[in-house]
């Protein structure tokens, strides 16, 4: 899996709450793949949570 955020990020935060292992928000959210191993459920869910659409889950 690869998780790439893609333009258009509001800085929300919800991400970051679901899996921070993964996600970090400064000016906008970036996703740590290394970390993403074991995680790839809460990828998905912050996928599905963002309310701008902007976390690509590519399998
Ligand atoms: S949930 Fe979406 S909009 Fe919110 S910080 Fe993460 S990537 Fe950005």
Redesign the pocket.
């Known amino acids: 899996m690869y998780v790439r ?1 893609v333009e258009g ?8 709450s679901i899996c921070p292992n993964v ?1 970090t ?1 400064y000016d ?2 970036q996703a740590d793949n290394a970390n993403v191993p074991g995680f790839e459920s809460e990828c998905r869910e ?1 996928s599905a ?4 659409s ?2 690509k889950i590519e399998e």
């Open positions: 955020i990020c509001i800085a929300c935060g919800v991400c970051e996600f928000v906008t959210a912050a949570a963002c309310p701008v902007v976390i």
